[in-house]
């Protein structure tokens, strides 16, 4: 077992920009976390139009110490395109190896 590690899911709904997986995905590497699972659903029709950019939700599953993962959701919360985001943690304290 590995104490002090939950299972996180962080959601994001953003304006749908072409850059905005390499932003939402630099904080993990930056805090050496690797996403366990990504999900990213874009516009309906997969265009990406400058003046209406739309909405684009990422749900991001990941493994980390509840600090970490409070600082890690702060720091994407910021960012310009994010409209909203909320972080869902597990009760458990402790996850199998």
């Given at each position: 077992m590995t104490?002090?590690?939950?299972?996180h899911?962080?959601?994001v709904e953003a304006d749908a920009h072409?850059?905005?997986m390499l932003?939402?995905?630099e904080p993990f590497a930056i805090h050496d976390v690797q996403p366990t699972r990504?999900?990213?659903d874009g516009p309906?029709?997969?265009?990406i139009d400058p003046a209406h950019l739309g909405t684009l939700r990422a749900e991001i599953a990941f493994v980390a110490g509840p600090e970490l993962a409070e600082r890690l959701w702060a720091r994407i919360d910021v960012m310009v395109p994010v409209r909203t985001s909320h972080l869902v943690s597990s009760a458990?304290?402790?996850?199998a190896a």
């Open positions: 104490a002090g590690l939950c299972r899911r962080l959601v072409p850059n905005l932003r939402l995905l990504i999900r990213l309906a029709d997969g265009k458990s304290g402790e996850i």
